[in-house]
């Protein structure tokens, strides 16, 4: 058996990729004898679906809420660490945990990083745990894309181990679809950043107005959804365009099974989950072209059609897709067989339990994790700064200036004291 240890950040309407990866992944190790761990960091002590979901399959899910600085989670993942020691560590995605990994792998335990996406946050771990500082570096990189693969492949890192592990999805049995409309669903997170939900909400209002026999679902929450409900008041009054709101990830696949198109217009991407599912339930995926994760999974006219913009060009690929039902046939077939060849859960966690085999060091190789009292850690990142939050140094002007004030707080009070030890009693 190998103990593995992972990190998380949970909230109450957390939803994403990564979230729907960790509640997939640990139940499915076990069946590849690995047991693990996860270090939960909730937001403002309020926990969300992943460590209702790992709890609920009996994981041990040791939490708190997340400290304002990063030495402060630093020094308690160490010391949850150190209170059970793991065979492999993975920070997943919290730069703490990164940090942290310096003194995990100086204890002769192996350390694994993961590149979920193709962004700044990214890139800024790969510079600091892959090619900055030597003892900072990460025992082995995971990269869910190809594309990240070889971005990190070009750079030819020496001291950590890259490999491609795609996310993989279950393969649900495929049913009929009973409706005459034309449904297109959008899955993932209601937010601008990087998802462009606004855009994507008016695209789906102007399809489902300007191509007959079309229907639209919106499926997700996040931190723009009101923006959403404003255009669906506006743009989408009385059209069939509709938000369901955050579903759980174990239900994805039912309400998918009952559509016909996955729409996904991002700026960026990693290996998005929510279109492997969609793809793997025989929805055809209408994506925008961009570098990370959709080429390897898209093929315009194979597996898929890819647009241009989050306008035209969309409106164009459903009128396409509604009018050729050969064609559309064709593309979900495809689209279901490129899930099943190469992107399944089975396949995927293989790949994860293979890894961690190869890196797992005997026990006997061990030294006790160090408490790290004294740290001496790496400039930030710009891509990382706002993950990584430090103490303020001795002489920053922030810390000295708390510091004036508590002086000149002092003062004051003693002057206050002897004043009133001297002041003439009033008979």
């Known amino acids: 058996m190998i103990n593995v240890t992972f990190c998380a950040y949970d909230k109450p309407d957390n939803v994403g990729g990564p979230v729907a990866w960790i509640q997939r992944l640990l139940p499915a190790l076990r069946t590849h004898g690995v047991e693990s761990r996860c270090l939960v960091m909730t937001h403002w002590g309020d926990t969300g679906p992943t460590l209702a979901a790992l709890q609920a399959q009996g994981f041990d899910c040791p939490t708190v809420a997340c400290h304002e600085h990063t030495e402060d989670r630093l020094r308690w993942i160490l010391a949850r660490l150190r209170e059970n020691p793991p065979d492999v560590f993975v920070p997943n995605l919290v730069v703490a945990g990164y940090l942290a990994a310096r003194w995990v792998r100086s204890a002769g335990i192996p350390t694994v990083g993961i590149l979920h996406s193709d ?33 990190v492949r070009a750079r030819r890192p020496q001291h950590t181990m890259t490999r491609r592990i795609p996310y993989g999805v279950p393969l649900p049995p495929q049913e009929q679809r009973r409706s005459p409309q034309l449904r297109v669903a ?83 991407e990693g290996l998005p989950i929510a279109l492997m599912e969609a793809m793997a339930c025989g929805c055809v995926p209408v994506c925008l072209r961009m570098r990370s994760g959709i080429p390897e999974l898209v093929e315009d006219g194979v597996t898929g059609l890819l647009v241009d913009n989050r306008a035209d060009s969309v409106v164009a690929a459903i009128r396409r897709l509604r009018d050729d039902s050969a064609l559309r046939e064709q593309l979900a077939r495809a689209a279901r067989a490129r899930i099943e060849a190469e992107y399944s859960s089975e396949g995927s966690t293989a790949l994860w339990a293979q890894l961690l085999t190869q890196l797992h060091a005997p026990s006997g190789a061990r030294r006790v994790i160090d408490r790290a009292r004294w740290m001496s850690l790496p400039a930030v990142d710009p891509g990382l700064a706002s993950a990584d939050v430090r103490q303020p140094s001795p002489m920053s002007p922030a810390h000295l200036y708390g510091r004036g004030r508590m002086i000149a707080g002092r003062i004051k009070r003693r002057l206050l004291g002897q004043a009133l030890a001297h002041a003439p009693t009033v008979k």
């Open 119 to 151: 962004d700044a946050f990214y890139r800024g771990l790969q510079q600091q745990f892959v090619f900055g500082r030597r003892e900072f570096r990460l025992s082995a990189l995971v990269c869910v894309s190809r594309e990240l693969e070889q971005q």
């Open 186 to 268: 959008y899955v993932g997170r209601l937010a601008e950043e990087q998802k462009r939900i606004s855009e994507v909400t008016r695209v789906l209002c102007r399809v489902v107005r300007e191509v007959p026999g079309t229907e639209a679902v919106l499926y997700g929450d996040g931190p723009d959804a009101r923006a959403v409900e404003r255009i669906l008041a506006t743009d989408g009054a009385h059209l069939p365009v509709h938000l369901v709101g955050r579903i759980e990830s174990d239900d994805v696949q039912k309400e998918l099974l009952g559509c016909d198109v996955i729409i996904l217009l991002s700026d960026y």
